[in-house]
């Protein structure tokens, strides 16, 4: 069976991609905000950051998809899926190896930052290797979330800034922190739908351990948590206070509350959009953080 590129593309979950490129996107643009503290910021290398955090992402996407598939934790019966595999179109065997050549593709690129930058890349790096192929294994035992937190907020963040500085900026963990709440949101949602499945698939996420009401108690507390955290950013000099314009975003982060409060184990469908709807309210978040950071330094 011929596969287009779009397929190929479909196959990596794009409209997940926020996830990655966020983080390093906030992280850009806070440096961008204390440029005056530095000797010296590429903002090239940046961007290539942001790329190779995306193709991170699309890595981890593809290979997990395929272990969802081999451990029947996809089913055709399954919602919200990446119906290429469950419905035939890609063999599983694809979606390994276009996974494979992602990790490769990005490492590479990771080794030429780390020659640019330093050494301290490497140990970054391998966390991010590390978590991209064996994510799944981790949400097999309710680890995915944290995981999750720390790679798609602080490692990420601290990665993109020292490629640009070379040097380790660990405020940037702190900045990271609401918009990796977001993130873990992203999964959580996902996982939350998935009870049901998951539970016959025999694996355990968070979202099991909690179950129902514990699951929608965190997706709140989350969502909640990434104002509050640019609230306190904010009080302690890290952000401007223009960032709190990330406030108007509130009614994207209600609404998606409102349809988290919904959800019901043996009714996935409430809360079959979720995740994609949690994956906008990051790319929103983040860009109005972003930009609030970009047009402090002429205030």
């Given at each position: 069976?011929?596969?287009?590129?779009?397929?190929?593309?479909?196959?990596?979950?794009?409209?997940?991609?926020?996830?990655?490129?966020?983080?390093?996107?906030?992280?850009?643009?806070?440096?961008?905000?204390r440029?005056?503290?530095?000797?010296?910021?590429?903002?090239?290398?940046?961007?290539?950051?942001?790329?190779?955090?995306?193709?991170?992402?699309?890595?981890?996407?593809?290979?997990?998809?395929?272990?969802?598939?081999?451990?029947?934790v996809?089913?055709?019966?399954?919602?919200?899926?990446?119906?290429?595999?469950?419905?035939g179109?890609?063999?599983?065997?694809?979606?390994?190896?276009?996974?494979?050549?992602l990790?490769?593709?990005?490492?590479l690129?990771?080794?030429?930052?780390m020659?640019?930058s330093?050494?301290?890349?490497?140990?970054?790096?391998?966390?991010?290797?590390?978590?991209?192929?064996?994510?799944?294994?981790?949400?097999?035992?309710?680890?995915?979330?944290?995981?999750?937190?720390?790679?798609?907020?602080?490692?990420?963040?601290?990665?993109?800034a020292?490629?640009?500085?070379?040097?380790?900026i660990?405020?940037?963990?702190?900045?990271?922190?609401?918009?990796?709440f977001l993130?873990?949101?992203?999964?959580?949602?996902?996982?939350?739908?998935?009870?049901?499945?998951?539970?016959?698939?025999?694996?355990?996420?968070?979202?099991?351990?909690?179950?129902?009401?514990?699951?929608?108690?965190?997706y709140?507390?989350?969502?909640?948590?990434?104002?509050?955290?640019?609230?306190?950013?904010?009080?302690?000099?890290?952000?401007?206070?223009?960032?709190?314009?990330?406030?108007?975003?509130?009614?994207?982060?209600?609404?998606n509350?409102?349809?988290?409060?919904?959800?019901?184990?043996?009714?996935?469908?409430?809360?079959?959009?979720?995740?994609?709807?949690?994956?906008?309210?990051?790319?929103?978040?983040?860009?109005i953080?972003?930009?609030?950071?970009?047009?402090?330094?002429?205030?």
């Amino acid at each position: 069976m011929s596969h287009t590129a779009k397929d190929w593309i479909l196959l990596t979950r794009p409209w997940s991609f926020p996830a990655s490129a966020m983080p390093a996107i906030v992280a850009i643009s806070y440096l961008f905000f204390r440029q005056s503290e530095f000797v010296s910021i590429n903002w090239y290398y940046g961007l290539l950051a942001v790329l190779g955090a995306v193709i991170f992402q699309a890595s981890g996407n593809s290979t997990s998809d395929y272990f969802d598939f081999k451990y029947n934790v996809d089913t055709k019966e399954s919602l919200g899926t990446n119906r290429l595999l469950v419905d035939g179109i890609f063999p599983a065997v694809y979606a390994l190896r276009l996974g494979l050549s992602l990790l490769l593709i990005g490492s590479l690129l990771g080794v030429f930052l780390m020659l640019h930058s330093g050494w301290n890349l490497a140990w970054i790096g391998a966390i991010g290797v590390l978590g991209a192929f064996f994510y799944c294994k981790l949400k097999y035992i309710a680890l995915g979330d944290l995981l999750i937190f720390i790679i798609y907020g602080p490692l990420i963040g601290l990665g993109t800034a020292f490629v640009m500085t070379g040097e380790l900026i660990w405020t940037v963990v702190l900045i990271t922190i609401p918009v990796a709440f977001l993130v873990v949101n992203i999964l959580h949602a996902n996982n939350t739908r998935d009870i049901r499945d998951d539970r016959k698939a025999n694996i355990k996420t968070q979202a099991i351990l909690l179950g129902e009401k514990g699951s929608i108690i965190q997706y709140i507390v989350l969502a909640i948590g990434a104002y509050i955290g640019v609230a306190f950013l904010v009080a302690f000099g890290l952000f401007h206070p223009l960032t709190l314009s990330v406030f108007i975003t509130m009614p994207i982060t209600l609404k998606n509350i409102k349809q988290m409060r919904t959800a019901k184990i043996e009714k996935p469908e409430l809360i079959n959009n979720l995740d994609e709807n949690s994956a906008k309210l990051v790319m929103v978040f983040s860009i109005i953080l972003s930009l609030s950071n970009f047009a402090a330094v002429w205030l």
